[in-house]
């Protein structure tokens, strides 16, 4: 079951530069998104969410684009700093159900190298 | 910040044995949810409860599995006879609308 797809493992970028996380799904029916990050040992952090009725959201550091013809979306930090370092999970949705069951993807590994 | 705590932080049991896992979602959040991240694996959803009712349970969630808010505050997940493959983090999530769901920190169970 590979509903929602991160197929990057991992992410090194220098702190100041834009991080670009991305995320692929194939369930058309998916209408919500997040991002979540998640330091070892703890819990997953809410970041940022976007509706498919939506194409960008922006939240301070953070902006989350959804291209939904290409199934597609991407989380932007910028400007990356050493405390952004930690793994990110994106997370869909199908609304309709009433349920919010979200599917997660595995997660990308951001480092960010001061 | 009002925030989910989960309790304990980490459980050991041996196999067979029944365990409690036990969450105290945010006050005024109504959607609850519990997910388990095995070791090296994605965060898998397990049930979401809604209205004093599961809502949604996944294949996962079978008769060993149940779930209770029995106090208007805290929000349980049992397993009444815990195997190997039971190991894994458990979440606990709450939502006001369904839409934003916040975890808590996890409840590391190991299953020997």
């Known amino acids: 079951d590979q509903q929602v797809k991160q197929n990057s493992p991992s992410l090194s970028v220098q702190e100041g530069r834009i991080s670009i996380l991305n995320c692929d799904y194939t369930n058309s029916m998916f209408d919500y998104f997040l991002w979540y990050k998640k330091y070892p040992a703890e819990g997953p952090t809410f970041l940022i969410s976007?509706?498919?009725?939506?194409d960008k959201n922006e939240d301070g550091r953070f902006t989350v684009f959804l291209n939904k013809s290409a199934k597609h979306l991407s989380l932007h930090i910028v400007p990356s700093q050493p405390g952004d370092s930690a793994v990110y999970f994106c997370?869909?949705?199908?609304?309709?159900?009433?349920?919010?069951?979200?599917?997660f993807g595995t997660g990308t590994r951001l480092k960010v190298l001061a | 910040e009002p925030e989910v705590t989960q309790t304990p932080s980490h459980q050991v049991t041996q196999m067979g044995q029944e365990v409690i896992l036990r969450c105290v979602p945010i006050s005024n959040h109504l959607y609850f949810y519990w997910y388990r991240q095995i070791l090296g694996q994605k965060v898998e959803f397990l049930v979401s409860f809604y209205n004093n009712e599961i809502s949604e349970k996944s294949e996962i969630f079978d008769d060993q599995f149940s779930v209770e808010r029995p106090d208007g505050s805290n929000f349980t997940l049992k397993i009444r006879s815990t195997k190997l493959e039971d190991s894994a983090m458990y979440f606990c999530?709450?939502?006001?609308?369904?839409?934003?769901?916040?975890f808590g920190p996890g409840t590391r169970l190991t299953v020997t």
């Open positions: 976007i509706s498919s009725i939506k």
């Open positions: 999530a709450s939502s006001v609308s369904g839409y934003e769901q916040y």
């Open positions: 997370a869909a949705t199908e609304s309709n159900s009433g349920t919010y069951k979200y599917i």
